[in-house]
């Protein structure tokens, strides 16, 4: 079991004891119960909570911070793809072939 050291204001060092007496706890079992809690994905509120804790933990979750921020593209750009993306082989038609 590892140790760690930490410096706290005292006003919160009364309200953590307090805390843990209050559900019967030893001080060291609340604090490390609350920090788990802060780091465990798995005790998010709701299932796209825990999801997106696991997510960040293996480096996969990317985090938009400032949506304002994201530049919106180019409006030809966009009339353009939309053009190129209407040409080609419907999707229905390959379907059909493979089933014959």
Not at 5 to 23: F, G, N, V, W, Y
Not at 51 to 57: E, T, Y
Not at 81 to 95: I, K, M
């Amino acid at each position: 079991m590892a140790q760690l050291t930490i410096r706290i204001p005292p006003e919160l060092a009364q309200e953590l004891k307090s805390a843990a007496s209050d559900r019967e706890m030893s001080l060291n079992g609340y604090v490390s119960a609350v920090l788990e809690a802060a780091v465990d994905p798995d005790l998010g509120e709701t299932e796209v909570d825990r999801l997106r804790g696991r997510l960040k933990r293996a480096g996969l979750l990317e985090v938009v911070t400032d949506q304002a921020t994201t530049a919106r593209p180019d409006s030809d750009v966009v009339r353009e793809s939309r053009s190129v993306a209407g040409r080609g082989r419907q999707l229905s038609d390959l379907v059909s072939e493979g089933r014959n």
